[in-house]
């Protein structure tokens, strides 16, 4: 089998993931589809270890790797978004924006420091 | 010999550090600060009299090497030595003193009037709660000018110099309160600098053309004319600073707001006439240098008529005395100017004399009226016997009158003038005749509105600081009796030693200048004699507040000079607030601004993180790929 198969296969893969990450509103929903990115990802560790003959198979073992840190992730991400619901009532991502910078209103006493030299 | 010299110049420096940091240590009261203040003050002050007059016998007796000046068969010994000689890589400066006949005739002087302003001071500063700075300045300042005085170098001689325009401003502006008196100080101590700058050029030109600064080594030196009319033409910038000469008399009667004894010292005797000095001093290089002596010349000619005229319309007792101090400097450069240190030494000694008397007995009148105004006083003479008896002989002085000694110094200065040779000689002489009646004029002004006449005694509103004393009637205490009648004796008898300095009395130009100061002193008397209310100086006519305003000297100088400085001051400030300061804050602002562009991307959306982040590597993948 050409190698061009798995590759295609696995970079729509990526790209469903990526649009997944970018698109979505649930956080539940981002977090499978960053697993549909790292999973294509394996998929090409395979491929190419297989097309290359590697003989000490280093793709291979790397994609056990990546499942078992993606494993641990995915627990990470899921006890988060659980958190986060509880004490948000929501999994909405845009409408989870405590990161932003708060906005201050101009203060008139000190405009941009000036007068304090 | 040499520690002798040194020890003058050291005792009163000595009681400066003491008077300042010594005073109160341990003291409890103002009273007790007080005293020790004043021993500190006269007691090294009075050793260093006794030390000179010892030096002054140890030279008579001497026998030095005769340098042919006017001093060398009075005193004919020297003394020179040298402390360290400073290697500067280029020129070397000495650390020199040196004693001989000229620095003994002006450190007798200044040790004499010094001590007199010293024990005067215990009286006229008594309830002055600063007079322990007061006396330690004035200590300083002795020290200074006695250290220009016995300076072997020129470099020893500009510290002296620079200490001395120190302590001036310093005691000009003793009443700093008033704020009239402060900018009196600031501008004394400007106008002289500018003077200085020119002198310090001098005296590098100088150093520079003779490969040192030892005065003797520059006096010996092979120097060009050309570097010697520039070098001398420097010092004499100096010296028209220091000396107040046109055209930098401005600032000597605005200083007399500082107290009566400094003007005394500072303003009339010694400091003024250290520019005199420092000529005669470097009168070899002078002589070297005829153009310098021309300028000089012209300079004294314009001032001492000027000045006199000037004086003649103040009403300020102690501005009468400053204008006619600014008069009498010229005369002493006019008789250097025509090619006689003897006289204007002579002069300068006697006039150091009669002015210090002069202002001692003002600032007694002054004590006792609480006024400096002429107008505000008249018929003092029976309230204050002792006073009018001193200030007579100083005023008889000043006009040239037999015996006082000014008759005997101003006629060697006229008869000088008279033998003088240059392009300027009748000018000079002329001016110095009119000068001669002026002088005769206004000295007979002041005696007869101060002592005659009318008595215009009023109680006053509460005095200003600088006239702080409360009319009591009798005369002042003897603290202040005794230096004015002390200082009496020189000023009346000096001039019958002239004969024993080598001074022979010319009688022809003597007649005539006497009977020119009698012809002013006469048109005075027989106008106050007509009208004793009125002020005599309505003789002359429109010219009157001219004259009483200095000619608008000080205002031209304002319009030419200061407010051309100050609005340039003015830029200066508003360029480095809105240009300097300005590129900080805007730099400043400019950033926030850029910043707040930024802080839009930063909306807490992760997604729109993540967008672009994509779009970055993307970008950076498409550039590899189309730019390798």
Known sequence: MHVVYPVVVSALLFSIGVYGVLARRNAILVLMSVELMLNAVNLNLVAFDVWLRDRLHGGQVLTLFVIVIAAAEVGLGLAIVLAVFRTR?????????????????PDPGRPDGEGAS | MTAVVALIVLLPFAAAVAGLLATRLGTRT???????????????????????????????HGTGVSEGRFWSELLPGRVEGTLTVVETGSVPISLTLRADGLSVLAGILVVVVALAVQVYSVGYMRDEPRYPSYSAFVSLFTSAMLLVVYAGDLIVLYVGWEIMGLCSYLLIGHWWEDRANSRAAVKAFLVTRLGDVGFLFGIFVLGAAAGGFRIDDVLRADIPRGTLVAATLLLLAGVAGKSAQVPLQTWLPDAMAGPTPISALIHAATMVAAGI???????????????????LGVVAAVGMLGAALAALAQDDLKRVLAYSTISQLAYMAAALAAGSDRAAMFHLVSHGAFKALLF?????????????????MGGLRTALPVTFWTMTIGFAALAGLPPASGFFSKD???????????????????????????????????????????????PLPEPPPGVAHVFDGREAPPSMLWPAGVLAVPALLLGLAGPAAGVEVEWGPAAVSLAVALLGAGIVYALWRAAPEQDPARLLGPFRA????????????????????????????RADARVVDG??????????GLSGLVRLAQNGNAQLYVTGLLAGLVLIAVAAVVLT
């Not at chain 2, 600060?33 to 002054?56: E, H, K, Q």
């Not at chain 2, 001692?360 to 505000?376: K, W, Y």
């Not at chain 2, 000295?443 to 006449?453: D, P, S, V």
């Open chain 1, 89 to 105: 009532r929501t999994v909405d991502v845009d409408r989870l924006r405590a990161l932003a910078e708060v906005v201050r209103a």
């Open chain 2, 30 to 60: 103002e009273r007790m600060a007080y005293r020790r203040a004043a021993w500190f003050a006269i007691a090294p002050g009075a050793a260093s009299a006794a030390l000179t007059v010892w030096l002054a016998v140890a030279l008579a």
């Open chain 2, 277 to 295: 000095f420092v000529v005669a001093r470097l009168y070899p290089a002078f002589l070297a240098a005829p153009p310098t002596l021309d300028v």
């Open chain 2, 360 to 376: 001692l007995c003002a600032g007694l009148v002054i004590h006792h009226v609480g006024s400096n105004l002429i107008s505000h």
């Open chain 2, 412 to 458: 060697a200065v006229i008869s000088a003038i008279e033998h003088g040779t240059g392009p300027a000689q009748p000018f000079v002489y002329a001016s110095a005749l009119l000068t001669v009646g002026v002088t005769g004029a206004y000295a007979a002004r002041a005696w007869l509105r101060t002592f005659f006449g009318p008595a215009r005694i009023e």
């Open chain 2, 546 to 573: 001219p004259c009483e305003r200095a000619f608008h000297v000080d205002a031209v100088y304002a319009a030419l000079v200061v407010r051309p400085v100050l609005r340039l001051a003015r830029g200066v400030v």
């Open chain 2, 583 to 592: 590129a900080v804050r805007g730099s400043g602002r400019a950033t926030l």
